[in-house]
């Protein structure tokens, strides 16, 4: 992957193992990353977003769950739904993410660490792990929350299916407003649709 700015590609090349690394410790969350990561980059790009910024989101999208590498097997692996104390040590993941690319100290890693921490913000400020609301969550890290949830619905994992592309629209809708953008959702709804991370149809 390269990016416009080598601020940015520097950040990237040298990021590269933490990457890799991911990929060893749970395959599934790293390919997950790069499908994250295009789908972001497709919906930054129609929401009109700038060159500089879109190279923070390619890069804080690609590795916004790196921080599970700091979860343990039990809980990472686990082929079931998490009880309330593995819940809240799986949920520490977006801020051990954020100290993993800020410890970093490369340029631009900040800008990225911050988008990372805040991908699990909800829009209506029941998400995680400060409760932002609205347009106090970083527009990117709200780009970031859509494609997590479209890409995770869409494939299967040991405790649910894949869901078909209806069915997953049918959620986002729901969740518009509360969870998501509702903006931001409406410009993937138009997106999505010839993306070639689209979810099967049937």
């Not at 997950?32 to 930054?44: M, N, T, Y």
């Not at 700091?70 to 801020?95: C, N, V, Y």
């Not at 859509?146 to 299916?161: C, E, F, L």
């Amino acid at each position: 992957m390269e990016l416009a700015d080598p601020t940015f590609n520097a950040l990237r090349r040298y990021t590269k193992a933490l990457s890799v690394a991911l990929g060893y410790r749970d395959l599934l969350t790293r390919l997950h990353s790069d499908r994250v990561q295009g789908i972001s980059e497709e919906l930054g790009a129609s929401y009109g977003l700038s060159k500089e910024v879109m190279n923070v989101l390619a890069i804080a999208a690609s590795f916004h769950d790196i921080g599970k590498i700091g979860i343990p097997d039990r809980i990472l692996l686990k082929p079931a739904q998490f009880d309330e104390a593995e819940w809240a040590t799986m949920k520490r993941h977006s801020e051990i993410g954020e100290e993993i690319i800020a410890a970093t100290e490369l340029e631009g890693s900040q800008q990225a660490a911050l988008l990372i921490r805040h991908h699990h913000e909800h829009f209506n400020g029941m998400g995680y792990p400060d409760g932002l609301s609205g347009a106090d969550i970083p527009v990117c890290s709200r780009i970031i929350a859509i494609a997590d949830s479209y890409d995770a619905m869409a494939v299967t994992r040991a405790y649910h299916g894949a869901r078909t592309h209806g069915e997953i629209m049918a959620i986002l809708h729901r969740e518009a407003g509360s969870k998501h953008d509702p903006e931001l959702l409406r410009v993937f709804c138009e997106v999505v649709e010839f993306s070639k991370f689209k979810a099967v149809t049937a």
